[in-house]
């Protein structure tokens, strides 16, 4: 049974940085790749940044948190990051991780991040 837990969500003001986690209890965790998604209040899902399985050597990024939002992963540990800087207002959302591998997607339970101006 695959399971994602997120951490690191809380209250920051603009300008300042977070660092989200998802640790993943899941056989195989380096074949899967691992992204962020976010969800605003009375928005969609909208997609954030993902890492490609093994190395992590392909990342997509939004255009939204280029510049601002990085990912890794840590195979080693079955865990994802997320580190945000420059936060700004409409960051705010709940913030989930993802895995996917050969068609199947799993979703964590996610982490508010709330942005004060």
């Known amino acids: 049974q695959v399971q994602l837990v997120e951490s690191g969500g809380g209250l920051v003001q603009a300008g300042g940085s977070l660092r989200l986690s998802c640790a993943a209890s899941?056989?195989?965790?380096?074949?899967?790749?691992m992204a962020w998604f976010r969800q605003a209040p009375g928005k969609e899902r909208e997609f954030v940044t993902a890492?490609?399985?093994?190395?992590?050597?392909?990342?997509e990024v939004a255009d939204s948190v280029k510049g601002r939002f990085t990912i890794s992963r840590d195979n080693a540990k079955n865990t994802v990051y997320l580190f945000m800087n420059s936060l700004k207002p409409e960051d705010t959302a709940v913030y989930y991780c993802?895995?996917?591998?050969?068609?199947?997607?799993?979703w964590g339970q996610g982490t508010q991040v709330t942005v004060s101006s």
């Open positions: 993802s895995a996917r591998r050969s068609g199947s997607t799993y």
């Open positions: 899941i056989r195989a965790f380096g074949m899967y790749r």
């Open positions: 890492i490609s399985s093994w190395n992590g050597g392909t990342i």
